[in-house]
């Protein structure tokens, strides 16, 4: 099975780490974030990875071309001129009918699997992973009617919505409602879908997600990572690296970065 992680972002949200190294690269613990997506997607059965890259690619494949990964085959594609979020998948070769695509910049568990037999059993185009979160007002909340009367009042309420977890599931068929030679996000190609009648459907998952992209959202990621690695790692016991002990993978990670800058 196909998978397409995004990386080629500048990470802007979390200068000064990013001006040295990309964010997807940051550690969490001693292993950097595109190591804990490429094990789990591995973990799933996604044996064939591609990786978008534009800002300092050199470094992604520095560490990954130096990190053993068992039968998982890796490729990589370069933006000349950045893309956008969807653009690049239209470049990308060989393509499966459905394949998934994600940010390599967050941390989740979500069950790979059971999103991609949705998609499947409901004939989607295009299938995005959706996760709750809720904001707490800290006033009282007046809505006002329109002769300018008190229409409703409530004390502090907490107020939920739907986001998008920067994981999608995408049908072959979909890249060509892609524009050629233009910049195009994921956002403009789910609503392409859906105007062009074509079946998008949402995958709902109170899994743990954390998308990294202020400090303290690294911050929060970096922690609950380090507290439970089996958490997010099923291999935590073995790692794609088996062969190479804990200390000499350290010693790789410090190579790949060095050879790199």
Do not use: E, Y
């Given at each position: 099975m196909l998978a397409v992680i995004l990386a080629g972002g500048k990470g802007t949200?979390?200068?000064p780490f990013t001006m040295t190294i990309?964010?997807?690269?940051l550690p969490l613990g001693d292993i950097p974030i595109i190591e804990v997506v490429v094990r789990q997607l591995a973990s799933s059965g996604?044996?064939?990875i591609h990786l978008t890259l534009g800002h300092m690619k050199h470094m992604f494949t520095a560490y990954l071309d130096n990190v053993p990964n068992k039968g998982i085959n890796i490729r990589y594609s370069v933006e000349k001129t950045p893309l956008g979020t969807a653009a690049p998948?239209?470049?990308l070769p060989n393509l499966e009918d459905d394949f998934l695509v994600m940010n390599g910049d967050l941390l989740t568990t979500i069950d790979f699997g059971q999103m991609l037999k949705l998609h499947k059993e409901k004939g989607a185009w295009a299938t995005i992973a959706v996760h709750k979160r809720e904001v707490n007002i800290d006033y009282g909340v007046v809505e006002v009617d329109s002769d300018g009367g008190l229409h409703s009042f409530t004390e502090k309420p907490t107020i939920p919505y739907n986001v998008s977890?920067?994981?999608n599931i995408l049908s072959k068929q979909c890249l060509d409602l892609i524009p050629e030679g233009q910049r195009f996000d994921m956002?403009?190609?789910?609503?392409?879908?859906r105007e062009a009648g074509k079946p998008v459907v949402c995958y709902e998952t109170d899994c743990y997600w954390?998308?990294?992209g202020r400090f303290s959202d690294y911050e929060q990621a970096s922690k609950d990572f380090v507290q439970n690695p089996g958490r997010f790692?099923?291999?935590t016991g073995e790692n794609h690296g088996d062969s190479v002990d804990h200390g000499e993978q350290r010693v790789l990670r410090t190579v790949a970065f060095k050879a790199a800058a």
């Open positions: 949200r979390l200068k990309p964010k997807p690269l996604f044996n064939d998948l239209k470049l977890m920067g994981i956002p403009d190609l789910l609503l392409a879908v954390q998308d990294i790692l099923s291999d």
